[in-house]
């Protein structure tokens, strides 16, 4: 079983930056990529940033040129450093880790969420 466990959550005013970290622990799986996710109060849960083995990386548009997303597979931690943060960032961000299964598949774990704050 996969346990990914988020930190560096809070608030933080209009222009800030804060970096999440995420660390996935357990045995017996391998992960081929991990992703930052975030949920608005109201909306549902969004893609935020995605990195996988090989270096692909996407960004959901709203953050281009603003959050970066790292991964250390030896460490199997995620960080995601958020620049330029607004009130429309506010929501809690989950950490995920793509693992593939047995059958061929792949299967996602979630982390509990980190709430991010962005007011003045």
């Known amino acids: 079983q996969v346990q990914l466990e988020e930190s560096g959550g809070g608030w933080v005013q209009p222009g800030g930056s804060l970096t999440l970290s995420c660390v996935a622990s357990?045995?017996?799986?391998?992960?081929?990529?991990m992703s930052w996710f975030r949920q608005a109060p109201g909306k549902e849960r969004d893609l935020v940033a995605g990195?996988?083995?090989?270096?692909?990386?996407q960004y959901d548009d709203a953050v281009k040129g603003r959050f970066v997303i790292s991964w250390d597979p030896s460490k199997r931690t995620v960080n995601l450093n958020m620049q330029s943060l607004t009130p429309e960032d506010t929501a809690v961000y989950y950490c995920s880790a793509l693992v593939p299964t047995l059958a061929g598949t792949r299967r996602a774990f979630y982390g509990q969420g980190t709430p991010v704050t962005v007011s003045s």
């Open positions: 990195i996988a083995t090989g270096g692909l990386i």
């Open positions: 357990g045995s017996g799986f391998s992960i081929i990529g």
